[in-house]
């Protein structure tokens, strides 16, 4: 009989299919193996095509804008939010709008067409880790920037246009919806404890053991109680943290290790999936960090979502998440 | 330089690109819905009795149901976690004996008749004490989630949990009535009915714009002039006035923008406590064709970039001439 399990952070109900439960072969195959372009603009030899490099970790000393880059960071090309100009505000009416100011950038994560983050060597996937820390910190100075969320689309049909592994920075002037629903049910939940709930979730995770997918000594990865997507996998601190920027340098070779481990699972279980992570930190400046802990949250593209869960926001999920830990932790 | 717009029911931003915005014909995604007439269970299923029969409009159990009424509904702990299991009603509505696949082509009458089945389904699951919300949506089209089927039909859902968008909705509109003693609704649509810009076609009853936020190219929101809560109820007398503006503004998709998938759903006010919500909520129908997808951001955020301003969809959905 099918389930309905509530996410105990932003209070979401979702229901849980059981009567036709779906496995990694129940979905559909993409083929996502990077195709060879001619012109592609984030090889090495063409940084001309993009907009100058704001930052880049380059081994051999290399110059600016020259290959010799193992990891690159330039302004998007055709970016949904400019930062130059002022934040102007206006009501219209009921409405209000604003101008859109921000920051978009694109993060190459490799010099090497062919390879994805699976592919990476350690160290390399140590510079992308290290390089999102460094934007994340760096946009977090301007003080029209209320939030940074780096974010990755693999494969198309999660929204990538790009071959070549890339993940994306966008600085926003506000805090974003998704996470203020997060904050706000980490607050009203501390409140009433005087606990974090994510360090709660970590312990039931624990003693529930079923929905771990793997673990190192500094972070977690399970499947949440509640997903809203078949295989959603959750990467977390396994020490309180409320903001990705502090984390320490040892972390984040413990991140790069499970964040790449995960990724790898994924690819093997279900063939190479599209996929989107986004990593969720407190908003720049944030007081409470006693109520929040910081995560990546990775949800492969395998289904379709209807009119009936744009309607509701009630997801249907054809995978139970003990199933799904299971398969990943297995591969 | 784009713009961030702020829906002012939940207080979700959008951005919406103005520079580089996509001309509306750029969007046009031809959509195959046409399936053998010989292999469709709809048309074969078409003189087995339905649990509610009306006017050629039959509604059925799911056959494949994602809840179940059978047991009674518990909720139940599990250490931080709450869970129950999925209690409700999940019925397919079959619009018409005829195997038509858009509702778009239905005469008048069919389409008023689906809305009028509709309401009844509403007023029946709403009596059982468990229910705390009805959705009555359509999926037309692969990319809307549908199946290929050919058969114009829609769903039904009876649901004992409170779902997260009909939450935030509600208490969006509950701020606004707090504060201004209006509905928020009702001040929208005098805003839009004022400006026009944003309207796409209007009749007696009701109004169909794009709204000032929109999430997606070419969402519109079809809401009633005068001021109700409930749809089941609301629609008395309308019916008429509200099967035209439905087939309007799904012809003006069809010819417009060549046959898109698309989703509606009805957007009404939670079913327990009805009177709570009798001033400040304001029903709607969402409709949506499915041309653009949702990625990394929109899903880490629950921020929306919309590629194409909504003054300009309105423009050219305006301009559609649906009696070609």
Redesign the interface.
Same mark, same amino acid.
């Given at each position: 009989?099918?389930?309905?399990?509530?996410d105990?952070i932003?209070?979401?109900?979702v229901? /849980?299919?059981s009567? =036709?439960l779906k496995g990694p072969a129940d979905f559909p195959k993409e083929d996502n193996t990077p195709t060879r372009q001619a012109i592609c603009p984030f090889c090495p030899g063409r940084e001309y095509q993009t907009p100058d490099e704001v930052d880049a970790v380059r081994p051999l000393k290399s110059a600016e804008n020259t290959p010799g880059w193992s990891v690159r960071t330039v302004p998007n090309k055709?970016p949904?939010? $400019?930062s130059d100009?002022n934040l102007e505000k206006e009501g219209?009416?009921?409405? &209000?709008?604003? $101008?859109?100011i921000g920051a978009h950038e694109v993060l190459i994560e490799s010099p090497d067409h062919d390879k994805g983050l699976t592919e990476l060597s350690k160290e390399e996937m140590q510079s992308v880790i290290g390089q999102y820390q460094g934007r994340f910190r760096q946009l977090a100075q301007d003080s029209r920037f209320k939030y940074v *969320?780096i %974010?990755?689309?693999f494969g198309s !049909?999660?929204?990538?246009t790009v071959d070549h592994t890339h993940s994306?920075i966008?600085a926003?002037?506000?805090v974003?919806?998704? *996470?203020l629903?997060e904050l706000k049910g980490a607050e009203h939940y501390h409140q009433y404890r005087g606990r974090c709930?994510f360090c709660?979730?970590i312990s039931?995770e624990y003693?529930?053991k079923e929905r771990i997918v793997a673990e190192n000594s500094s972070f977690l990865a399970f499947c949440p109680?509640?997903p809203r997507y078949a295989f959603e996998t959750w990467i977390i601190p396994k020490g309180h943290n409320a903001d990705f920027a502090t984390t320490d340098e040892g972390s984040q070779v413990h991140l790069a290790q499970i964040l790449q481990d995960v990724l790898k699972r994924l690819k093997k279980v279900l063939g190479n999936p599209s996929y989107?992570?986004?990593? =969720?930190t407190a908003p720049i400046g944030y007081a409470n960090a006693a109520c929040y802990h910081w995560h990546i949250?990775i /949800?492969p593209k395998l289904t379709? !979502?209807?009119?009936?869960e744009?309607? $509701?926001?009630?997801h249907?999920v054809p995978t139970f998440p003990q199933d799904s830990a299971r398969f990943l932790r297995d591969a | 330089? !784009?713009?961030?717009?702020?829906d002012?029911i939940?207080?979700?931003?959008t951005?919406?690109?103005t520079e580089?915005a996509r001309r509306p014909a750029a969007f046009v995604d031809p959509q195959s819905t046409s399936t053998d007439q010989k292999s469709c269970s709809y048309c074969q299923d078409i003189h087995a009795p339905g649990i509610f029969d009306f006017q050629g409009v039959k509604v059925f159990n799911s056959s494949?149901?994602?809840?179940?009424n059978s047991?009674p509904f518990a909720r139940q702990g599990?250490?931080?976690?709450? #869970?129950?299991? !999925?209690?409700g009603n999940h019925e397919i509505v079959v619009e018409t004996p005829l195997h038509i696949a858009n509702m778009a082509e239905l005469p008048l009458e069919a389409i008023k008749a689906v809305f009028q089945t509709y309401a009844s389904r509403m007023k029946t699951h709403r009596k059982n004490p468990f229910i705390e919300?009805v959705?009555a949506?359509?999926?037309y089209g692969v990319?809307?989630?549908?199946r290929n089927i050919g058969h114009a039909r829609s769903?039904i859902?009876a *649901?004992?949990?409170l779902?997260?968008? *009909?939450k &935030?909705k509600i208490s969006g509109a509950q701020k606004h009535f707090e504060h201004h003693e209006r509905c928020?609704f009702c001040?929208?649509i005098s805003?839009e009915l004022k400006?026009k810009e944003r309207v796409v076609v209007e009749n007696e009853h009701f109004v169909v714009i794009t709204p000032?936020?929109s999430r997606f190219p070419f969402e519109t929101w079809v809401l009633p002039k005068k001021h109700h809560c409930d749809f089941a109820d609301g629609i008395e007398g309308y019916e008429d006035s509200l099967a035209s503006i439905m087939k309007d503004i799904l012809l003006r998709f069809k010819i417009g923008l060549n046959d898109p998938a698309y989703?509606?759903?009805i957007?009404n006010s939670p079913v327990k406590d009805i009177a709570t919500f009798k001033e400040n909520y304001h029903w709607h129908i969402?409709v949506?064709p499915r041309l653009t997808? #949702?990625?990394? %951001?929109e899903?880490?955020?629950?921020?929306y /970039?919309c590629p194409i301003p909504p003054e300009m969809t309105a423009a050219f959905l305006r301009e559609v001439n649906i009696n070609a």
């Open positions: 009989m099918p389930e309905m399990r509530r105990p932003v209070g979401r109900w229901i /849980i299919d009567d =036709h055709f949904v939010l $400019t100009g219209i009416g009921i409405y &209000d709008q604003m $101008t859109g *969320v %974010f990755k689309n !049909s999660a929204g990538a994306q966008i926003l002037p506000m974003p919806k998704t *996470v629903e709930v709660d979730i039931q003693q529930d109680y509640a989107n992570y986004y990593l =969720h949250e /949800i379709r !979502s209807v009119g009936f744009w309607g $509701t926001g009630l249907i | 330089m !784009s713009l961030l717009r702020k002012p939940v207080g979700r931003w951005i919406i690109a580089r494949t149901p994602i809840l179940d047991k599990h250490g931080l976690y709450d #869970v129950c299991h !999925s209690y919300y959705l949506y359509k999926n990319a809307a989630g549908s769903q859902m *649901v004992p949990v779902p997260m968008r *009909v &935030d928020l001040d929208m805003q400006s000032f936020a989703n509606y759903m957007q969402e949506m997808r #949702v990625a990394g %951001f899903r880490g955020t629950g921020f /970039i």
